[in-house]
């Protein structure tokens, strides 16, 4: 599997698109394991947040309401929107001194962004770790079959979960437990996305 059919990121050529617009439009269909599955690739790597329109159109031209943080929550401001929100959203717990930028679209899509202190929470630049949510119909059973791809490695939890990301690109790393229908994305800038994967850290905002 190529870069470009596994997990490839890119940078948006718009330094300030509307909140959600790069993800709708950069969805990618992934061949896996010799069958076409439908994945949901993140478009962390130009993130953007902050913006004023909260439409944004995905490839077949339709639209769906999305819902950014205009600042960063501290973690029971993001607790409390998760709550409100009413969507399995993960994370990798709390870490001292950072705020979070939660972004919503009306598929269930989700994502939340680390912001360190002194960092800014509407950076358009990959330089934040970002962990996506998405849901997809046995999502243990889709991201087991990514594991069996050529250039895929795939490591199975303590907890029973599984890690799945693609040898020559460990800055995206993909999580999913039995029997819940989310598959979880780790974005990391600083390469830790692997580390946190198999940390036990990723559980339910909550």
């Known amino acids: 599997m190529t870069d470009n059919e596994n997990f490839q990121m890119e940078t948006s050529p718009n ?3 509307a909140a959600g617009a790069w993800l709708q439009n950069n969805r990618r269909t992934a061949v896996i394991a010799g069958a076409v599955v439908v994945v949901i690739i993140a478009a962390i790597i130009a993130f953007a947040v902050g913006g004023n329109d909260s439409k944004s159109s995905n490839s077949n031209g ?3 309401n999305a ?3 205009q600042v960063g929550l501290n973690t029971d401001g993001l607790k409390t929107a998760v709550t409100a929100l009413g969507r399995k959203v993960f994370w990798a717990g709390e870490e001292a001194d950072n705020l979070y930028v939660l972004q919503t679209l009306a598929n269930g899509q989700t994502t939340v962004r680390y912001i360190p202190k002194g960092g800014n929470p509407n950076e358009s630049q990959a330089i934040y770790r970002v962990m996506g949510s998405y849901p997809i119909k046995d999502a243990f059973g889709v ?3 990514a594991g069996e791809a050529e250039g895929s490695v795939l490591i199975t939890n303590a907890d029973g979960s599984i890690v799945v990301y693609n040898k020559n690109k460990t800055s995206n790393v993909y999580v999913a437990f039995p029997n819940v ?3 979880v994305e780790i974005y990391d800038p600083s390469g830790q996305a692997l580390a946190l994967a198999t940390s036990g ?3 339910p905002v909550g």
Request: net charge positive.
């Open 15 to 17: 330094p300030q698109p």
């Open 62 to 64: 339709s639209t769906n």
């Open 67 to 69: 819902t950014t943080t």
């Open 143 to 145: 991201t087991t079959k």
């Open 181 to 183: 229908d989310v598959q």
């Open 201 to 203: 850290r990723v559980v």
